[in-house]
């Protein structure tokens, strides 16, 4: 009996410590201790097994596809043979593919936790699994959806004739708002990718097949606008890029059937797509870049200069070329441009962090500007304002240093000597031929060149060279206007003879001896601070002067005007670096 017992204690403590030591095993196992125990043959098979069980998933999503894509053909064939009405083969076709779109929702719903067990087994591998083919599993919906619905709606315009262009482009309107929907509710980027590469085709197919731009541009544009607050909300951030690029080129495309003649719309609807386009996108970036606080990307400049080329100066082509709506379209945009310089320095400039988007609104309101005033206002009532805005903008540079107006100020000094003719004049004074006349100086250019050395004349407050270039192209601009001024004034008083019928040996003289003196000029002017830039534009005019001795004066000059001319020129070789030295 006591052998019977303790035999019975000894197999009791064996199986205890046989549990003991299995629940050791299972602990490490499941920890991934360093002493964990090798998991079962069936364990190791488990991740090859779930891949393929995947691929057998994959190969079943393609079947259902084949089997979804039947069935369309046969809602297609009961069309054709009339055993269903055309406008309920139709109607049921689309219906068809909208109910695809509902799978897809309910394929991307959030999966549910994995079932847990205790030992890691099959089916918490086939419940992780299910997870990840989730996606997939939407994603084959949403073809199945867009190989449907798109071609069933070009079909029905173009074949059957039963919708038209309007009702094609609102059908396609609502249909990828849908598909949307469920991209944005289910954060399905794939399903997004595959309703954008279907529509874009669609429509540039309908448009070559119909011959009909405006609805299917709108439809665009909506589509271009949908995708950029995608990319906002949701950072989908590429694919607003092909859709950008198709809705600008249509756009553009539209514009051209004005120069060719072939009218399928009225100048109204061309202009109000033009219009949508750009107040679409802008009104966009505005609010992201303004409202939200948000630094302009490199999209939204691409995309700022593509809307104004193909919305802004499109609807300028088109207004010009049927006489109507200019100055109502020049007016909106000049208060648009003055909109935003007054943003830029009313919000943005007092934001940290924001430099870009002050850059970017008061380059965007520069050259709405200057387009609008040019459909508005004449040549001189354009140089003037010009002038103006040149003479605010280097003082409003100095004020709140800010280097992007002093480049604002360049440009509008440019601008008004390229309108007023005085550049041009000064060119024709400087390397114009004497046997030809001469453009002549009018009052406008006289201003502009008063205006250039006024702008000069500012003192920077910015002592950076970068933040100099500005005035070094004011100082550029001045002295060409000046010296061909100077050249212009003296060649009648020295010939007798302007421009066309002088001897081209004293005009060749009068042109040395005012490089000579601007030269002198831009050595004296340099002991002054504020008149830096004439140490950079010095040099140059020394050497353009000596090149031009030799290619204009030597072949084109006599004695007597040669000895004036190197006496003059070799007098500002030794002046002009010595005044220089003088200042350092």
Same mark, same amino acid.
């Given at each position: 009996?006591?052998?019977?017992?303790?035999?019975?204690?000894?197999? @009791?403590?064996?199986?205890?410590?046989?549990?003991? #030591?299995?629940?050791?095993?299972?602990?490490?196992?499941?920890?991934?201790?360093?002493?964990?125990?090798?998991?079962?043959?069936?364990?190791?098979?488990?991740?090859?097994?779930?891949?393929?069980?995947?691929?057998?998933?994959?190969?079943?999503?393609?079947?259902?596809?084949?089997?979804?894509?039947? !069935?369309?053909?046969?809602?297609?064939? =009961? %069309?054709?043979?009339?055993?269903?009405?055309?406008?309920?083969?139709?109607? =049921?076709?689309?219906?068809?593919?909208?109910?695809?779109?509902?799978?897809?929702?309910?394929? /991307?719903?959030?999966?549910?936790?994995?079932?847990?067990?205790?030992?890691?087994?099959?089916?918490?591998?086939?419940?992780?699994?299910?997870?990840?083919?989730?996606?997939?599993?939407?994603?084959?919906?949403?073809?199945?959806?867009?190989?449907?619905?798109?071609?069933?709606?070009?079909?029905?315009?173009?074949?059957?004739?039963?919708?038209?262009?309007?009702?094609?482009?609102?059908?396609?309107?609502?249909?990828?708002?849908?598909?949307?929907?469920?991209?944005?509710?289910?954060?399905?980027?794939?399903?997004?990718?595959? *309703?954008?590469?279907?529509?874009?085709?669609?429509?540039?197919?309908?448009? +070559?097949?119909?011959?009909?731009?405006?609805?299917?541009?709108?439809?665009?544009?909506?589509?271009? @606008?949908?995708?950029?607050?995608?990319?906002?909300?949701?950072?989908?951030?590429?694919?607003?890029?092909?859709?950008?690029?198709?809705?600008?080129?249509?756009?553009? +495309?539209?514009?051209?059937?004005?120069?060719?003649?072939?009218?399928?719309?009225?100048?109204?609807? *061309?202009?109000?797509?033009?219009?949508?386009?750009?107040?679409?996108?802008?009104?966009?970036?505005?609010?992201?870049?303004?409202?939200?606080?948000?630094? *302009?990307? !490199?999209?939204?400049?691409?995309?700022?200069?593509?809307? =104004?080329?193909?919305?802004?100066?499109?609807?300028?082509?088109?207004?010009?070329?049927?006489?109507?709506?200019?100055?109502?379209?020049?007016?909106?945009?000049?208060?648009?441009?003055?909109?935003?310089?007054?943003?830029?320095?009313?919000?943005?400039?007092?934001?940290? /962090?924001?430099?870009?988007?002050?850059?970017?609104?008061?380059?965007?309101?520069?050259?709405?500007?200057?387009?609008?005033?040019?459909?508005?206002?004449?040549?001189?009532?354009?140089?003037?304002?010009?002038?103006?805005?040149?003479?605010?903008?280097?003082?409003?540079?100095?004020?709140?240093?800010?280097?992007? =107006?002093?480049?604002?100020?360049?440009?509008?000094?440019?601008?008004?000597?390229?309108?007023?003719?005085?550049?041009?004049?000064? !060119?024709?004074?400087?390397?114009? #031929?004497?046997?030809?006349?001469?453009?002549?100086?009018?009052?406008?250019?006289?201003?502009?060149?008063?205006? #250039?050395?006024?702008?000069?004349?500012?003192?920077?407050?910015?002592?950076?060279?970068?933040?100099?270039?500005?005035?070094?192209?004011?100082?550029?601009?001045?002295?060409?206007?000046?010296?061909?001024?100077?050249?212009?004034?003296? $060649?009648?008083?020295?010939?007798?003879?302007?421009?066309?019928?002088?001897?081209?040996?004293?005009?060749?003289?009068?042109? %040395? $001896?005012?490089?000579?003196?601007?030269?002198?000029?831009?050595?004296?002017?340099?002991?002054?601070?504020?008149?830096?830039?004439?140490?950079?534009?010095?040099?140059?005019?020394?050497?353009?002067?000596?090149?031009?001795?030799?290619?204009?004066?030597?072949?084109?000059?006599?004695?007597?005007?040669?000895?004036?001319?190197? +006496?003059?020129?070799?007098?500002?070789?030794?002046?002009?670096?010595?005044?220089?030295?003088?200042?350092?």
């Amino acid at each position: 009996m006591d052998d019977r017992l303790s035999r019975l204690e000894s197999t @009791v403590r064996r199986l205890e410590e046989r549990l003991a #030591s299995l629940e050791r095993e299972r602990g490490a196992y499941v920890a991934g201790a360093p002493g964990a125990v090798e998991p079962p043959a069936d364990e190791e098979e488990a991740a090859p097994r779930l891949a393929r069980d995947e691929f057998v998933t994959i190969l079943s999503y393609i079947g259902r596809t084949l089997v979804a894509l039947g !069935g369309a053909y046969l809602l297609r064939a =009961l %069309t054709d043979s009339a055993i269903l009405p055309q406008a309920a083969g139709i109607a =049921l076709g689309l219906a068809y593919a909208l109910s695809w779109l509902v799978f897809a929702d309910r394929a /991307g719903a959030p999966a549910r936790a994995p079932v847990a067990s205790g030992f890691p087994g099959r089916r918490s591998a086939v419940r992780e699994g299910g997870s990840r083919t989730a996606p997939v599993n939407a994603a084959f919906h949403g073809i199945v959806f867009a190989i449907i619905a798109f071609p069933l709606l070009w079909e029905a315009t173009v074949k059957f004739k039963f919708l038209g262009p309007e009702a094609t482009a609102l059908a396609l309107t609502l249909v990828t708002a849908v598909a949307f929907g469920v991209a944005i509710h289910r954060r399905l980027q794939a399903l997004a990718w595959i *309703v954008v590469g279907a529509a874009l085709p669609i429509s540039l197919a309908l448009i +070559a097949s119909t011959a009909v731009v405006v609805p299917f541009a709108v439809f665009l544009v909506l589509l271009g @606008v949908a995708t950029l607050w995608l990319g906002y909300a949701l950072h989908w951030v590429w694919l607003r890029w092909p859709v950008a690029l198709i809705a600008d080129v249509v756009v553009y +495309a539209l514009t051209l059937r004005v120069s060719n003649g072939a009218w399928a719309e009225s100048p109204l609807r *061309v202009l109000g797509v033009q219009m949508l386009l750009l107040n679409g996108y802008l009104a966009s970036i505005v609010v992201r870049t303004l409202f939200r606080a948000r630094d *302009v990307i !490199g999209f939204e400049i691409v995309q700022t200069i593509a809307v =104004l080329a193909a919305g802004f100066g499109g609807a300028v082509y088109v207004a010009q070329s049927t006489g109507s709506g200019v100055a109502t379209l020049a007016l909106i945009n000049l208060a648009f441009g003055a909109g935003c310089y007054a943003v830029a320095f009313a919000f943005i400039a007092r934001r940290q /962090g924001l430099r870009r988007n002050f850059h970017f609104y008061t380059a965007l309101g520069l050259i709405l500007i200057l387009v609008s005033s040019r459909l508005l206002l004449g040549d001189a009532a354009l140089s003037a304002a010009c002038a103006a805005l040149a003479l605010v903008s280097t003082w409003g540079a100095r004020r709140v240093d800010r280097v992007s =107006l002093a480049i604002h100020g360049a440009i509008y000094v440019i601008v008004a000597g390229a309108v007023s003719g005085l550049l041009t004049s000064a !060119g024709y004074a400087l390397i114009g #031929s004497a046997a030809s006349a001469w453009s002549p100086f009018t009052t406008s250019a006289l201003i502009v060149l008063v205006t #250039s050395a006024v702008c000069w004349a500012l003192p920077s407050a910015d002592g950076r060279p970068y933040a100099r270039l500005p005035r070094l192209v004011v100082a550029i601009v001045f002295v060409w206007s000046a010296g061909g001024s100077l050249v212009a004034l003296l $060649t009648p008083v020295v010939s007798g003879v302007p421009g066309a019928g002088a001897d081209a040996g004293v005009v060749a003289t009068v042109r %040395t $001896t005012v490089l000579a003196g601007a030269a002198v000029f831009l050595a004296w002017t340099t002991r002054y601070q504020r008149f830096r830039e004439s140490a950079w534009l010095l040099y140059p005019v020394l050497v353009i002067g000596g090149l031009k001795l030799l290619a204009e004066d030597l072949p084109r000059s006599r004695p007597a005007t040669l000895f004036i001319a190197f +006496a003059l020129y070799g007098g500002a070789l030794i002046a002009a670096p010595r005044l220089v030295n003088r200042r350092a």
